[in-house]
Each structure stands twice: as C-alpha cells, then as structure tokens.
C-alpha cells in the first residue's frame, strides 16, 4: 500500500493474522508509532529505544514507522487524524502511541476515542501493578494486581450529545418530556443533552475477553462493575448480559458468586473463574479496602476510566499506569497519562508508562521474554533509585535522571539481564 507522507521502512516484515485472529509476529516487524502531542516526543523516542533494546536481546528487531496524530499531524497534513495513520494502522495490525491531547469543553473530540473508535479497538486492557521502589500513598502497594477491561466503544464516550441552546437540545427535551412522559425530569432554560448507548453485542464482547483473560492467566475472577442500581436499562443491563455470557458460553470453566454460594458454600470448582458483580462507588471503596481480593475487572467505558486511574493512583500515579486497546486481530499501545504540555520537550518526564504499555503489546505478540525483561528491568532501574524527577523528589539518595537517560539505564539492564 502506498501512503502519501509517510515512509515505510525498506526492512522488516508485515504482522499477519490468522483465521482466529492471532497475531502472526515474524523476527522483523514493521510497527507504526505516534509519539503524539506534549511529553510524546520525549516518552516516544525513550519507549523506542527500550523496546528496541528488549527485541535485541532476544533475537529480533523492531523497524519503527513513524505515523502521526494531533499536533504533529496539524503540521504535516493540517489535520487531526489523517487516513496514513488509519491505513498505517490497519495494514501493520499492532501499533503504540503516545499521549494526545483533548481540548475540555470545546474544538475536536478525543482523538484517542477516535482511533478506538476508526479501528474498532473494542476492549480497553490496563493492568495495574506496583514496581518495587515506587513511592505509593497507600501501606500495601504490593496487594494490587489488577487487569481493568473497559468497554470502548460505547457509554457517553459515543459522543451523542447536543449543545444546550441549539435546536437539536430542544427537540429531544421534547421528545423526552412529551412522547415519552418525562415531564419532570429535566429543569427549565438551557439545558445540554446526552445519550448513553449499552448494547447487548458490545458488551458481551468485552465480557468475553475479560473472561478469556481470566482463563488464559489463571486469574480467579472477573468482577462486572456498573451503575446499575440507577441506569437499570444501561448499566443493568450490562450486568445481565455479562451475566448471560458466563452461564451460556463457558460451562464448568465458569461459576457465578450465586451459584458458588449457594450451591457449593462458597468452595469454587478448581481452576473455575467466578464472575460476580459490584456497583461501582462500592468498587472505588473495595479497591482499598479490599485490594487482593480482585483482579480482572470487565465494565463499561465511564467506569473504566474512573476505576482503572484510581488503581493506578495506588501503585504510584499514572506516570507508571499502562494501557493498550484490542480489537480483533488488531491493537494499539497507549499510556494511561495525559500530555502535559508544559513539560514538553524538557527531555524530563517519566517514560514508564508508554515503555510498559509496550511491555503489553510485545506480550500481544507472543514474545513473553522480552516482555519480561522490559518490565523487570523498569522495576530494577527504579528500585536502584535511578529514576525520573516525578520519583526522585519523593525518595532519598536517588539518582535524578532525564527522560533518555533513564531509558538508556533501562536498555543496559535488559541486555544485562539477558547475557
């Protein structure tokens, strides 16, 4: 395929996918990157070099192609989102990117909803664990291991809403209060309106994967977290269509809390998932109060975003949280972190997030060593206080690096670790 600003390595390979949609990874994969806005051009380049570095200690190498999105994108196409990118995406299956800015309240829609959306990246995968040496604000760091399944798709972050004061708002305070019988509901003067789609078949596909995950990680549950008790129609409903997954799909593998209760006395078959159920301001609570007793968490797309940034905020903040979104046979790295501009090109920030999202998709692509070197060498770097400013501020006696610097203390670890 050809691309209009944009180059495609001379060297390297195409990832390929199979009829059950796995990934078919060669030694030489030619993989698309967005350093993206902000921070990106600092945490992009040092993610690069650190997944570079963990290809070569196992016998691959990665060929980078750079594509682009946002700021970087307005430059080179005066656009936010160019179809090089989405091609880019498409053809190469597994991407990553760095953090993109969203404007509050005005200009363009999320550009990281947009691709979730273009390239129908379905699932939202972040797991969340605690490195040693990260300062935490909580006692016991260690206790949380989590892996949060968010819907992506759908929820508000669909972006059906209309502006109060247009014409559209006022239809549909219309059709609410008059055809519909909420007379009450809605109060008098401007009003801006929304509408928040739950559907039967992205929901159960999500559940799906959290499930699978489970199996596949000897996981013990996957708790289905909603708001159900109030939006009975959405968030009940994506209870009970999480609920109908696991009963009709998954025989023995699979047991409801009901059933483990009531029929078994609270004594789980072995190897079985049990799936149960939270309403989620009692799971913000749960995650403190009773933090090893989750850990897959499948929910729709506003209750992921909530729950997945306040697990991160337990194992040290967002700097070190990572992300990757999942589609069938397709997927996309990504931090959980913003792109805090004014740092910008201070060569400063941690990279952690983006170099351990990458972690994620070197997993996606069936290279499990040098996922593991990537992760433990993150961790040894950080618990030898050599670290970042946002971690050395909180520490004593440690080494305050710059952004490349940490990254290039990462990549000689991994090659230690593998000699």
């Known amino acids: 395929m050809s691309y209009d600003k944009v180059d495609v390595p001379a060297d390297g ?17 030619i993989i698309p990157i967005i350093f993206g806005d902000g921070i990106g051009v600092d945490v992009g380049p040092a993610a690069q070099r650190v997944l570079e570095a963990a290809a070569e200690a196992t016998g691959r190498e990665i060929h980078w192609m750079r594509v682009y999105a946002g700021e970087s994108a307005r430059e080179k196409y005066d656009e936010n989102l160019p179809e090089d990118t989405l091609a880019a995406m498409r053809e190469f299956k597994v991407s990553i990117k760095g953090p993109l800015t969203t404007p509050v309240g005005a200009g363009f829609r999320s550009l990281n909803v947009a691709l979730r959306k273009e390239l129908d990246l379905y699932t939202n995968v972040r797991p969340t664990y605690h490195l040693e040496g990260v300062p935490s604000p909580v006692k016991a760091p260690e206790q949380m291991d989590m892996v949060t399944f968010r819907e992506n798709t759908e929820d508000v972050y669909a972006g059906i809403e209309w502006e109060a004061g247009t014409d559209g708002a006022e239809e549909v305070r219309e059709f609410v209060e008059d055809e519909m019988g909420y007379d009450s509901t809605i109060h008098d003067g401007p009003v801006g309106i929304g509408i928040k789609p739950i559907t039967e078949f992205g929901t159960k596909r999500l559940v799906r994967n959290a499930i699978d995950y489970a199996l596949e990680h000897g996981r013990d549950s996957v708790t289905l977290v909603h708001k159900g008790n109030i939006m009975k129609f ?6 009970d269509w999480g609920y109908e997954v696991a009963e009709e799909e998954y025989g023995d ?13 609270g004594e789980p078959p072995e190897d079985a998932v049990v799936v149960n159920d939270r309403i989620a301001d009692n799971m913000l609570q749960q995650i ?18 909530y729950l997945s940034d306040a697990c991160g905020a337990q194992i040290g903040g967002l700097g070190i949280a990572p992300g990757a979104n999942l589609g069938d046979g397709r997927m996309l790295a990504e931090p959980v972190h913003g792109s805090a501009p004014k740092y910008a090109g201070q060569d400063k920030v941690n990279p952690s997030a983006l170099i351990l999202s990458g972690r994620i998709m070197l997993e996606q692509m069936g290279w499990p060593k040098a996922a593991d070197l990537v992760r433990d060498a993150v961790e040894a770097t950080i618990s030898a206080k050599e670290v970042t400013y946002d971690i050395h501020r909180q520490i004593e006696g440690g080494e305050k690096l710059a952004t490349s610097e940490f990254a290039a203390a990462v990549a000689d670890r991994i090659h230690e670790m593998a000699e």
């Open 234 to 239: 959405t968030e009940g409903a994506f209870r």
């Open 288 to 305: 403190l109060t009773r933090t090893d007793q989750y850990n897959v968490l499948a929910m729709p797309n506003l209750n992921g975003d």
């Open 253 to 265: 593998a699979v047991i409801t809390e009901d059933t483990l209760w009531n029929e078994r006395d």
């Open 13 to 29: 390979s195409r990832i390929e996918v199979d009829e059950g949609d796995e990934f078919v990874v060669p030694d030489d994969p």
